[in-house]
């Protein structure tokens, strides 16, 4: 038995088979019972469910509408991929958030996460850090405190992410 596209697949029934088991999500038809969980072998999983329209997998025993696949699951079109994940070479794979260019906003840094992202304030710069989402990082004047570090006879001079000072005679 083959599965048709958008259907249950093998390589599913395997990746989530436990204790010799798949936990799956079987269309019923019926309008007051639709769907109905079924813990069956792998091979009843693949034999008998690969081909029936609107089978999919339980993820960890959840067949509502916000279940998704993990990292390094196979998709075949019957669950989506997790947010911050994609399909890429079958199976859900991390999206790299940070490869997109402003992804964090001005002046702050991008560390690409499995699943997510988190940004942080560039050196020189003060704000709250994110996960998910841009940061808001402001400069921060380093001459307000201290003269900036520089020696007292100096004039600090605050710039953008830095300072400067110019040199005494």
């Known amino acids: 038995v083959g599965a048709t596209a958008g259907a ?3 390589a599913q029934c395997d990746y989530f088979e436990v204790g010799g088991k798949v936990t799956i999500c079987h269309a019923t038809g019926s309008a007051t019972n639709p769907v109905v969980v079924l813990r069956v072998s792998e091979n009843a999983c693949v034999q008998a469910h690969a081909d029936h329209a609107g089978d999919r997998v339980a993820v960890d025993g959840n067949c509502g509408p916000g279940a998704c696949l ?3 699951a196979p998709v075949d ?3 989506p991929c997790c947010a911050g994940f994609a ?3 079958g199976v859900c794979a ?6 997109t260019p402003g992804v964090c906003g001005a002046n702050a840094r991008c560390s690409n996460t499995v699943g997510s992202y988190t940004c942080a304030c560039d050196a020189g710069y003060a704000g709250a850090g994110t996960t998910g989402g841009p940061a808001s990082c402001a400069d921060i004047d380093e001459c307000a405190s201290g003269n ?3 020696d007292p006879r100096t004039t600090c001079t605050n710039t ?3 300072h400067t000072y110019n040199t005494y005679p």
């Open 8 to 10: 249950l697949s093998a």
């Open 70 to 72: 993990p990292a390094g």
């Open 77 to 79: 079109g019957t669950v």
């Open 87 to 89: 399909p890429t070479g």
């Open 94 to 99: 991390d999206v790299n958030e940070c490869a």
């Open 148 to 150: 900036g570090g520089c």
């Open 160 to 162: 953008p992410g830095s």
